[in-house]
């Protein structure tokens, strides 16, 4: 479809009058690129302002789980709807039932003086923790790498909210990895990877020990980086409506836009009830435009979500370059309605165009109808980020500090393998990844879909396991068959690791590899390095927010507290000082029976 085309197709929610105006005839027009957007240089640009139709309402009106109705069209843009009948009547529908009130019969939750509806819509992938496996039957393990740090910042929404959150949305490795551990830095662009070992005692579980593996990126110079072609996928439907929803995503882009360069292209889609075209591909000079395109967007109507993915793809594809970076950025709380709604089809759809060339990252936004289940999907198959924004402060680490590590892969289809020696480890058990498992076969074809990895970021691991000698969770089996002593090669080894990756548009991929053993291994936890110390610290947090039955009956918050404040070490930024207080804030629920 033309852009010229998909410009005349803006939703009917008042996006219609975004299209530029023409210069007045004979008037010479300055070029203004960039500035604080304000309604005369926004109207001059053909995008006015959306009123700020939160400001002044009570907490409650917008924080609750069902969003309130929206408000009525700005007086700024009185712009007549585009005939779309049937969509009209979809958003009629929903409109009266975003307003309908709650049924007396369900109970409120309080939050510092504040009533809210409970947080019962939420959806979340129902998946097991990984099991424990005996070596001696089972010794490779194979999953996709996860950079993904969504979970981290919604449980962090639950428990400033005063409640723990629910056990599915604890992904405890999107725990770990939402921090940096300082890992030495690969000095090669072609080998992007520098890994780190370490083992310690477990401190949670008598007679384990933890394998803790940790893969640094190479850091992409700001030079190397090359030229951008995005296209933001806003959803402005009803269920956007509040200050923690559709004003906070446009917040968060605008931290996007400040990093954007002359060579960088912009496009941007809203939907709501159907799907339009508000910003035609714009480069990144035009800072300004962007912006007030940004601030013209509100929220009301039902949920296009698969239509708009579709317009953004089509959006991309026309400026298409397999040279740049071709990302779609969707902002959203997951709650499609409309529409393509089918988690499978949308899947399908996002796994055509990653094959195709153009990625998918995902921004979570939201309480109450947050749909994790949608944003894990579209993400995990889009080779895309998967993070959740709670706070404007979270949007400046993804959007500002992690800029590079968000939009500029240095690897696709990460894989780590780990074979564990049966003749020094009887058991294994994998923390996290339980959404990232793969066959061990999967490991060698290039053809299976893993993870994306960004400029500077890292990966974190850990395994649990028992040493042979130690008492084991099951009993050996009677029959089993004995199996060979290991070979001489391998004396004291724990385990073998392997990572295999591509490089950014390569079809074959590439292998590193090292063995883990003793020179790997500290005494004690005390002694362990302090990057293994806080990911420890981390992991408990996650494994007791899980109530994980494998994690000692005595160990506690208390003892979390006190490895997590062992190994705080510099913290500019006060990122692990706020986790110490998450882990308090924990305890306190869990003694409150929240």
């Known amino acids: 479809m033309p852009v010229q085309k998909m410009l005349r197709s803006v939703s009917i929610l008042g996006l219609a009058g975004m299209i530029a105006a023409p210069a007045a005839p004979g008037i010479a027009q300055p070029v203004v690129r960039d500035g604080a957007p304000n309604p005369a240089a926004c109207e001059a640009l053909g995008f006015p302002q959306a009123q700020d139709y939160t400001r002044g309402m009570p907490r409650q009106a917008y924080r609750g789980g069902m969003p309130a109705p929206p408000p009525p069209p700005s007086p700024v843009a009185q712009i007549p709807p585009l005939p779309v009948p049937p969509v009209q009547k979809r958003i009629e529908q929903s409109e009266a039932y975003l307003a309908a009130p709650a049924p007396p019969s369900r109970p409120s939750i309080v939050v510092t003086g504040q009533a809210r509806p409970p947080m019962d819509t939420e959806r979340y992938p129902g998946v097991q923790a990984n099991p424990i496996k005996r070596t001696a039957e089972e010794p490779v393990s194979t999953f996709s790498v996860d950079v993904d740090t969504a979970s981290y910042a919604n449980v962090r929404r639950f428990l400033n909210d005063g409640s723990r959150p629910p056990g599915d949305a604890v992904r405890v490795e999107e725990l770990i990895n939402y921090f940096d551990y300082g890992y030495a830095k690969p000095g090669d662009r072609a080998t992007p990877f520098r890994p780190y070992v370490a083992v310690t005692p477990s401190p949670w579980a008598k007679d384990r020990q933890i394998v803790h593996i940790g893969l640094q990126g190479y850091d992409l110079p700001r030079t190397s980086e090359p030229p951008l072609n995005l296209v933001f996928l806003v959803d402005t439907s009803g269920s956007m409506w509040g200050q923690d929803r559709l004003p906070l995503a446009i917040k968060s882009l605008n931290l996007l836009v400040d990093q954007l360069r002359p060579q960088d292209r912009v ?328």
């Open 267 to 594: 496009s941007i889609v809203a939907y709501a009830g159907s799907a339009g075209a508000v910003l035609a591909p714009t480069d990144g000079r035009s800072k300004l435009k962007v912006r007030c395109a940004l601030g013209a967007l509100r929220a009301g109507g039902s949920t296009a979500g698969g239509e708009g993915l579709k317009l953004a793809y089509d959006l991309a594809k026309q400026n298409f370059d397999p040279k740049s970076v071709n990302r779609v950025i969707l902002m959203t709380d997951g709650d499609f309605n409309v529409g393509v709604a089918d988690p499978a089809k949308l899947k399908d759809l996002v796994t055509a165009k990653r094959k195709e060339g153009t990625y998918l990252s995902v921004y979570g936004f939201g309480r109450g109808n947050y749909n994790d289940v949608m944003m894990q999907t579209l993400a995990q198959n889009g080779n895309g980020t998967a993070a959740y924004i709670d706070t404007l402060n979270e949007a400046r680490k993804l959007l500002r500090d992690d800029f590079a590590s968000s939009l500029f892969p240095i690897a696709d289809d990460v894989k780590i393998q780990v074979e564990f020696n049966p003749s020094t480890v009887s058991e294994y058990r994998l923390i996290g990844y339980e959404t990232r498992m793969l066959q061990r076969e999967d490991f060698n074809n290039d053809q299976v879909d893993a993870g994306e990895v960004g400029s500077r970021a890292s990966v974190t691991a850990l395994y649990e396991i028992t040493p042979v000698g130690a008492p084991g969770s099951s009993d050996p089996l009677r029959y089993g068959a004995a199996r060979p002593s290991a070979a001489p090669a391998a004396a004291g080894e724990l385990a073998y690791l392997k990572v295999r990756y591509k490089l950014p548009g390569a079809g074959a991929s590439k292998l590193i590899e090292r063995p883990i053993g003793v020179r790997d291994s500290y005494p004690t936890v005390q002694a362990a390095p302090e990057a293994t110390r806080w990911a420890l610290a981390v992991a408990a947090f996650g494994q007791l927010l899980k109530a994980d039955p494998r994690v000692d009956a005595g160990y506690g918050w208390n003892d979390v507290a006190s490895l997590a404040q062992g190994a705080r070490g510099e913290d500019p930024f006060g990122i692990r000082a706020e986790f110490v207080q998450l882990v308090r804030s924990a305890g306190e629920a869990q003694s409150r029976g929240d």
